[in-house]
């Protein structure tokens, strides 16, 4: 008998070729899109849910959250799945105005006041610059737009890992947080495995032959088309995302196999050079050692930091309350790393490790809402 794909072919889900806006209006719930330009000139796509569909016109203010995506991701990670599976839904229809940000160098943070993403100059920034600047911008933004003195922060991967910094090290931001949760948190990085181990231990100048303008797997038009072709069959469906997401770890049967299409054609979703390149030295550290940027010499980084190794990061002064939900399965917040940090956060209120999550069933995985978004939701709605 002949074989015949067509048999095995999936419907295509129609957010596979949406932006984050036109997925928010699919699902029937309201929302806002703004740039937030940050103090180097970033501008930054930044939406908003300001209510869900269930008590639309409560007119009161609602507590406001702000999600913050990972590495190689967008906003789009909190709308990904079906409502009742999605963060921010979920959020919205607790109650909440939901924000979610985008980092500099994206899909939607492609933009700035006087440089091209043509530019090799565009793309000189790692994470460094994300909280020193992004997380600033976007948390003042949201502040003065809503009115509230304090909003509440989840942030998932690097997510995690620009609030610790910048958290610890810019008191009058960290003033305005409420609550921080930390999904899959990562601050040190000297234990990842796996696949994730081996692509962030390539030499330097594989990635420079690989990424010669600076930007790394940024989202592109052949995205969606493979995602929803090549990929939209229930044979090679599992095949695609086990390569699109072989750095964070995958678990078909964590997922909603009828959202493949959506991960894959919304991932990756682009950064920069540098970022990697960021990553790379940290996993290189000897010991549980983060620091900023390593220009590559003494003379460079005398330059930015005056002094000519740069300074290393600490959490000991975090004073926000801060919740954690971590993987024993996670290939990039490795077990080790975390519980490492863990007794470092000098006011962590909440821990819970999950021993069957790798790093993307956080924001994907169809346990979530029970295993996770149920308790950020009863923590807010007890927090003082």
Same mark, same amino acid.
């Given at each position: 008998m002949a074989?015949?794909?067509?048999e095995?072919?999936?419907?295509?889900?129609?957010?596979?070729?949406?932006?984050?806006?036109?997925?928010?209006?699919?699902?029937g719930?309201?929302?806002?899109?703004?740039?937030?330009?940050?103090?180097?000139?970033?501008i930054l796509?930044?939406?908003?849910?300001?209510?869900?569909?269930?008590?639309?016109?409560?007119?009161?203010?609602?507590p406001?959250?702000?999600l913050q995506?990972?590495?190689?991701?967008?906003?789009?990670?909190?709308?990904?799945?079906?409502?009742?599976?999605s963060?921010?839904?979920?959020?919205?229809?607790?109650?909440?105005?939901?924000?979610l940000g985008?980092?500099?160098?994206?899909?939607?943070?492609r933009?700035h006041?006087?440089?091209?993403?043509e530019s090799k100059?565009?793309?000189?920034?790692?994470?460094?610059?994300?909280?020193?600047?992004d997380?600033?911008?976007?948390?003042?933004f949201i502040?003065?737009?809503?009115?509230?003195d304090?909003?509440?922060?989840?942030?998932?991967?690097?997510g995690?890992l620009?609030?610790?910094?910048?958290?610890?090290?810019?008191?009058?931001l960290?003033?305005?947080?409420?609550?921080?949760?930390a999904?899959a948190p990562?601050?040190?990085?000297?234990?990842?495995?796996g696949?994730t181990?081996?692509a962030?231990?390539?030499p330097?100048?594989?990635?420079?032959?690989?990424?010669p303008?600076h930007?790394? $797997? =940024?989202?592109?038009?052949?995205?969606r088309? !493979?995602?929803?072709t090549?990929c939209?069959?229930n +044979?090679?469906?599992? /095949?695609c995302c086990?390569?699109?997401?072989?750095l964070?770890?995958?678990?078909?049967k964590?997922?909603?196999?009828?959202?493949?299409d959506?991960?894959?054609?919304?991932?990756?979703?682009?950064?920069?050079?540098?970022?990697?390149?960021h990553?790379?030295?940290?996993v290189?550290?000897?010991?549980?050692?983060?620091?900023a940027?390593?220009?590559?010499?003494?003379?460079?980084?005398?330059k930015h930091y005056n002094?000519?190794?740069?300074?290393q990061y600490?959490?000991?002064?975090?004073?926000?309350?801060?919740a954690v939900?971590h993987?024993?399965?996670?290939?990039?917040?490795d077990?080790?790393?975390?519980?490492f940090?863990?007794?470092?956060?000098?006011?962590?209120?909440y821990?819970k490790t $999950? =021993?069957?999550?790798?790093?993307?069933?956080f !924001?994907f995985?169809y346990?979530?809402?029970?295993d +996770?978004?149920s308790e /950020?939701?009863?923590?807010?709605?007890?927090?003082?």
């Open positions: 074989y015949n794909s067509s095995h072919l999936k419907p295509v889900n129609p957010e596979s070729w949406m932006n984050i806006g036109q997925i928010i209006s699919y699902w719930y309201p929302h806002e899109e703004y740039e937030v330009e940050t103090e180097d000139g970033f796509g930044t939406y908003r849910i300001p209510h869900g569909k269930v008590n639309s016109n409560n007119s009161a203010p609602r406001v959250v702000f995506h990972g590495l190689l991701a967008s906003a789009s990670t909190w709308i990904s799945n079906l409502p009742s599976n963060l921010a839904f979920v959020l919205a229809d607790a109650g909440y105005d939901v924000w985008n980092s500099r160098g994206n899909t939607f943070s933009k006041v006087n440089l091209s993403p100059e565009f793309w000189a920034f790692s994470f460094d610059e994300m909280a020193k600047y997380l600033p911008a976007s948390i003042n502040i003065k737009k809503t009115g509230q304090q909003i509440h922060y989840v942030g998932h991967s690097q995690t620009t609030a610790f910094i910048a958290f610890s090290y810019i008191p009058g960290a003033q305005k947080i409420k609550t921080f949760f999904l990562v601050f040190y990085l000297g234990h990842i495995k696949v181990k081996l962030l231990t390539l330097p100048i594989v990635y420079k032959v690989i990424f303008h930007e790394v $797997l =940024p989202q592109t038009i052949l995205n088309i !493979v995602a929803t090549v939209n069959n +044979i090679m469906d599992v /095949i086990k390569i699109n997401f072989a964070y770890g995958f678990d078909p964590s997922l909603n196999k009828s959202r493949f959506v991960y894959l054609s919304q991932n990756p979703a682009g950064t920069s050079l540098q970022d990697i390149f990553i790379l030295q940290a290189k550290e000897v010991r549980e050692v983060l620091r940027y390593d220009f590559g010499n003494p003379v460079e980084n005398m002094q000519p190794i740069p300074p600490s959490v000991k002064n975090l004073k926000v309350r801060t939900w993987g024993l399965k996670d290939n990039l917040a077990p080790v790393d975390v519980n940090l863990l007794p470092q956060i000098p006011n962590l209120i821990l $999950l =021993p069957s999550y790798n790093h993307i069933d !924001v995985g346990r979530a809402v029970w +996770i978004y /950020i939701i009863y923590i807010l709605k007890n927090s003082p």
